[in-house]
């Protein structure tokens, strides 16, 4: 064994597991300065990819279509667990106007677990 190999660390699982504590995110909505907190739960990578598939239709031609809106409603529902508005369901996502759902929209990239912060704006454009 050669002095190089020998400081590498042993494989740890652990680093790679999914915690179950849960997420405090700070948000400003920017037109009005409003500020709020909500927890999130983490997603992980297996139930990510789950949500993506229901989310991807074949159209008649044959093409995949992307739903992309479809895609971050079930991720701000299935992660959200305290928020100033209660739940986070299908009526209240439906209620809300372009100023929090644009903040909202910035948790996905988060949730979904991409390192690099990939913006809506290119989630939504996924297939």
């Known amino acids: 064994m050669t002095e190089e190999t020998s400081k590498v660390q042993p494989f740890d699982i652990e680093n790679y597991r999914v ?3 849960l997420i405090t ?7 009005t300065g409003d500020e ?4 999130r739960r983490p ?16 159209k008649a031609s044959g093409d995949p279509e992307f739903d992309s809106d479809g895609f971050m ?4 529902k299935e992660v959200i667990v305290e928020a100033p508005w209660g739940r986070t369901t299908e009526a ?3 209620s809300i106007d372009a100023r929090l759902g644009r903040e909202l929209e910035k948790l996905i990239p988060k949730i979904s677990g991409d390192a690099e912060g990939e913006p809506a704006e290119e989630i939504k454009k996924d297939v």
Do not use: D, P, Y
Request: glycine share 0%.
């Open 25 to 31: 995110e700070k948000l400003q909505v920017e037109s």
């Open 73 to 76: 409603r079930a991720c701000l």
């Open 92 to 94: 209240f996502l439906v």
């Open 36 to 39: 709020f907190e909500i927890k």
């Open 43 to 58: 997603l992980s990578w297996s139930r990510r990819n789950q949500m993506m598939a229901e989310h991807v239709k074949i």
């Open 19 to 21: 915690s179950s504590e």
